[in-house]
């Protein structure tokens, strides 16, 4: 073959890879939704009014494959904004969105054998799918509607148990139960005070209690707040002295408070969601093989994003000049769980981009062949070179995920008598340095009521 036919063939085969190469390119950052940088950067200033009229004007800021990301978004900076209807209502078409995609049609599926994970539609994580029914919970909880609340709570223990029943023992989750989402069902039937109310919220303490000083000591180094101990006691004196003796030995340095003395305050709770939790990075792996190919393997890791506030203070400031303060308890580790979850994913990721660059490997090691027959070795050379560079480009791990969720959960509880009180929150870094004062509301409270407040903090 003459040299001309040569750089002939060649121009077409570097013109060609380089078209799909550029293709590819562009579309992996269409995948990776430009706005959702945009909604970090408004959600880190607390500016959630900004970030939500950017994801309402444009409905498809995300991309078409990005739906369910769109809407995860939406539904939890409607939730910080206040806006717990629309944030229901958006969560419930995030939950018709992960049901809808359990059914994706094959090809779509398929294709992500071939190319890379951003071929298909973003399916979400198992522990996002549940913390739909988290937020939803304290969106109905926000607005007193407490039966509701306790329905979607209910729906996070029966979410995780199906989640896991997929997998065989080894590969389940390590986020099998909900510690958190425990407790708050607990307060919540402790505020229908009936006899039964009180034994399910004693029954829901108690599951609380075992999951923080199990799985959740175990898994991300914590253990039950005081708040649920104080709460375990209160309800266990309701259950009779075998049970009420049973928990003041287990709590022998908490102090109890009766159903009776709560009655003549109100209990004022703190949720305070702290930081941003992590980013999905890409980990890859470039191996040669032995005729001169080369193979990469692709998958994500978080990547945490670091915050100043490690603690805080719940304050409440009375009318007559009085001041209550108690700090506030880590109770749920979102950052940690997102992490353990891909950690046991690991090797289901590494095993799929492996099938899928040794099938590449032996398509191209067949079309090598036949254009070293036809061509010569020079071609099939200029052939395996572009090959090489177009598997390192097409093989990317999907680096989707939940950005705008909290990295933990903070809680806390004063307890008040009726009156009129300024609340307020002081947080603090590592050092104990004091990071400022955020004023949260003036409010009168009542005997017998359960406030609860909800902020933000990422800095």
């Not at 510690?179 to 034994?199: H, S």
């Amino acid at each position: 073959m003459s040299i001309k036919n040569i750089n002939k063939i060649k121009g077409l085969f570097i013109r060609a890879i380089g078209v799909l190469s550029l293709v590819f390119l562009m579309s992996s950052c269409a995948f990776i939704p430009k706005s959702q940088s945009q909604i970090d950067l408004l959600l880190i200033s607390n500016n959630y009014s900004q970030a939500l009229d950017i994801l309402t004007q444009d409905k498809n800021a995300y991309g078409g494959n990005n739906q369910l990301l769109y809407l995860l978004d939406k539904g939890f900076l409607e939730h910080l904004n206040r806006d717990y209807s629309g944030s229901i209502e958006t969560f419930a078409q995030a939950q018709r969105k992960f049901d809808e995609l359990y059914t994706e049609s094959l090809s779509k599926i398929a294709a992500t054998w071939v190319f890379n994970d951003y071929a298909a539609a973003y399916h979400g994580e198992d522990f996002e799918h549940v913390f739909i029914n988290v937020f939803q919970a304290l969106n109905y909880l926000m607005q007193g509607e407490y039966e509701d609340a306790i329905v979607e709570a209910r729906d996070v223990d029966s979410k995780l148990n199906a989640i896991n029943a997929q997998y065989k023992n080894g590969q389940r989750n390590v986020y099998n139960e909900d510690a958190f989402i425990r407790m708050i069902m607990g307060v919540l039937y402790e505020a229908g005070k009936t006899r039964e109310d009180i034994n399910d919220a004693y029954i829901s303490y108690m599951k609380a209690a075992e999951i923080y000083e199990g799985d959740y000591n175990e898994n991300y180094g914590l253990s039950s707040p005081a708040i649920l101990k104080e709460n375990i006691l209160t309800t266990a004196k309701e259950m009779g002295w075998m049970e009420f003796n049973k928990a003041k030995k287990r709590y022998a340095d908490t102090k109890l408070m009766t159903l009776k003395e709560k009655d003549k305050n109100a209990e004022i709770y703190l949720i305070q969601y702290n930081g941003i939790s992590p980013l999905k990075v890409e980990e890859s792996l470039t191996i040669p093989m032995l005729d001169g190919s080369i193979v990469k393997i692709a998958f994500p890791k978080y990547l945490n994003r670091p915050y100043g506030i490690t603690s805080s203070r719940f304050i409440a400031s009375s009318s007559s000049g009085e001041v209550f303060k108690t700090n506030s308890e880590r109770v749920q580790d979102i950052g940690a769980i997102a992490q353990k979850n891909l950690d046991r994913r690991k090797l289901r990721f590494i095993a799929k981009s492996t099938l899928r660059a040794a099938g590449r490997h032996v398509i191209e090691k067949k079309q090598k062949s036949n254009i070293e027959k036809k061509l010569g070795s020079v071609t099939a050379g200029w052939f395996s070179l572009l090959a090489n560079i177009y598997n390192i480009i097409i093989e990317k791990a999907d680096l989707r995920c939940w950005r705008t969720l909290p990295d933990e959960i903070r809680i806390a509880r004063i307890v008040l008598e009726p009156g009129e009180y300024e609340f307020s929150v002081e947080n603090f870094n590592d050092s104990g340095s004091n990071l400022g004062v955020l004023n949260i509301k003036k409010d009168i409270i009542e005997a017998g009521q359960k406030l609860f407040f909800v902020i933000h903090t990422t800095r």
